[in-house]
């Protein structure tokens, strides 16, 4: 008896959640990842009042499949990540989850956005990856080659399986790869300068970001000299099985490989 069924509700859910975290009561609440625009003025009076509340939202993207365009996040994740004062966080893995979830529970003085997806992901393998411990910086490199990247692949969520897919096959061809997890931006931005650019430097400009939702935004990791490239969503989704939807947009392992061979050879400025 310790849930609410709050029916199709969002805004008023977010509201008497915030109430909950008003009262010193550690409030949490769920819905689809969309239902955020219900939501929003009450996210944003929690962002605002710097509320400890932990905002579960789940099917984020077009993978949500045969519920359509209608249900399919696109602008969500962008628009959260303009807003102040909040974390949005968009885990890769089971681990990364646990990780980040012992951060939330601390927290005292910012509302947390925790975005999870509806598709199967896999579990990385932490004997032959980076510890998941890293995500708490925002960013980090889950794997990396010898010596300085050729090209680093930069995904959150459950993009950072095609990341890590491509990273095998480009390191087989001999294409020195980095891939760097970017659970959370905001905390990726308040870590030092020396730390953020140990894991994105600026002497690698071929970079390929891998996210199932708007490429606004993504550009400050990006570049946009030329030599980076998004693989987002730049139109709402479409109605198909989820993994075909993702096939459809560009969202496979194989689209990856092909991006990163189309940017390292064109010359660097």
Same mark, same amino acid.
């Given at each position: 008896?310790?849930?609410?069924?709050?029916?199709?509700?969002?805004?008023?859910?977010?509201?008497?959640?915030?109430?909950?975290?008003?009262?010193?009561?550690?409030?949490?609440?769920?819905?689809?990842?969309?239902?955020?625009?219900?939501?929003?003025?009450?996210?944003?009076?929690?962002?605002?009042?710097?509320?400890?509340?932990?905002?579960?939202?789940?099917?984020?993207?077009?993978?949500?499949?045969?519920?359509?365009?209608?249900?399919?996040?696109?602008?969500?994740?962008?628009?959260?990540?303009?807003?102040?004062?909040?974390?949005?966080?968009?885990?890769?893995?089971?681990?990364?989850?646990?990780?980040?979830?012992?951060?939330?529970?601390?927290?005292?003085?910012?509302?947390?956005?925790?975005?999870?997806?509806?598709?199967?992901?896999?579990?990385?393998?932490?004997?032959?990856?980076? $510890?998941?411990?890293?995500?708490?910086? &925002? !960013?980090?490199?889950?794997?990396?080659? /010898? #010596? +300085?990247?050729?090209?680093?692949?930069?995904?959150?969520? $459950?993009?950072?399986?095609?990341?890590? &897919? !491509?990273?095998?096959?480009?390191?087989? /061809? #001999? +294409?020195?790869?980095?891939?760097?997890?970017?659970?959370?931006?905001?905390?990726?931005?308040?870590?030092?300068?020396?730390?953020?650019?140990?894991?994105?430097?600026?002497?690698?400009?071929?970079?390929?970001?891998?996210?199932?939702?708007?490429?606004?935004?993504?550009?400050?990791?990006?570049?946009?000299?030329?030599?980076?490239?998004?693989?987002?969503?730049?139109?709402?989704?479409?109605?198909?099985?989820?993994?075909?939807?993702?096939?459809?947009?560009?969202?496979?392992?194989?689209?990856?490989?092909?991006?990163?061979?189309?940017?390292?050879?064109?010359?660097?400025?």
């Amino acid at each position: 008896a310790r849930n609410i069924h709050y029916g199709v509700r969002e805004h008023a859910m977010v509201a008497i959640t915030n109430g909950l975290a008003l009262s010193k009561l550690k409030g949490y609440c769920s819905s689809f990842f969309i239902f955020t625009d219900y939501a929003r003025p009450s996210i944003r009076l929690a962002a605002l009042m710097k509320l400890p509340v932990v905002l579960i939202f789940t099917h984020d993207s077009i993978g949500v499949g045969e519920d359509g365009p209608t249900h399919q996040s696109i602008e969500q994740l962008a628009s959260l990540r303009a807003m102040p004062d909040i974390d949005i966080i968009r885990p890769a893995d089971a681990n990364e989850v646990s990780v980040l979830w012992k951060y939330i529970m601390k927290l005292k003085d910012r509302p947390v956005v925790l975005v999870l997806t509806r598709q199967d992901v896999p579990v990385f393998d932490r004997t032959k990856t980076s $510890s998941a411990e890293d995500a708490l910086r &925002g !960013a980090y490199i889950l794997s990396d080659c /010898e #010596g +300085i990247p050729e090209v680093i692949l930069i995904g959150s969520g $459950s993009e950072v399986q095609l990341c890590m &897919g !491509a990273s095998e096959i480009l390191m087989k /061809e #001999g +294409i020195r790869t980095r891939v760097v997890s970017m659970p959370c931006w905001s905390l990726f931005e308040r870590q030092d300068p020396a730390y953020r650019e140990s894991v994105l430097p600026k002497e690698v400009k071929a970079r390929v970001g891998v996210e199932a939702g708007s490429v606004l935004g993504w550009e400050r990791y990006i570049g946009n000299s030329g030599e980076g490239r998004m693989i987002g969503m730049t139109t709402f989704g479409t109605s198909a099985p989820g993994k075909i939807a993702m096939e459809a947009f560009g969202f496979t392992i194989e689209n990856v490989v092909k991006t990163v061979k189309e940017i390292i050879s064109k010359p660097v400025k």
